[in-house]
């Protein structure tokens, strides 16, 4: 239905490889399960190597999964309540200026 784009086949992956470490009670190494999934990806289509797609879609994990546990010691839940009563109430504004 979405085709197979390399971004959608990286996200299949990705998710095949960690519920099937989660199936198996095994623990999961976000890293790992990254390249695992870009080998066995460039094992059947070898070509995705070349995709922007693929490559931006890679790095942007990456980055995800290097950061996030950096920013996770200095985020506060309560932040996001703050954020949304500051940004909900100017939605409506910023929608309209966007269109």
């Known amino acids: ?10 996200a ?3 998710f095949s490889f ?7 009670n095994r623990p999961t ?4 399960i990254m390249a695992l999934s ?14 922007v797609g693929f490559q931006m879609g890679y790095a942007a994990v990456f ?9 996770q010691r200095f985020w506060f839940p309560a ?3 703050i954020s949304d009563l500051l940004i909900v109430p ?3 504004l910023i929608l309209g200026i966007g269109i």
Do not use: D
């Open 29 to 32: 190494n976000s890293f790992n």
């Open 1 to 10: 239905m979405a085709g197979l784009s390399p971004s959608i086949v990286r």
């Open 63 to 71: 980055a995800i999964v290097w950061i996030y546990p950096k920013l």
């Open 90 to 92: 100017f939605s409506g």
């Open 12 to 14: 299949v992956t990705m």
């Open 79 to 81: 932040l996001f309540f």
């Open 18 to 24: 960690v519920a099937y470490a989660l199936y198996l």
């Open 38 to 51: 870009m080998l066995f990806i460039l094992l059947t289509k070898p070509l995705f190597l070349f995709q």
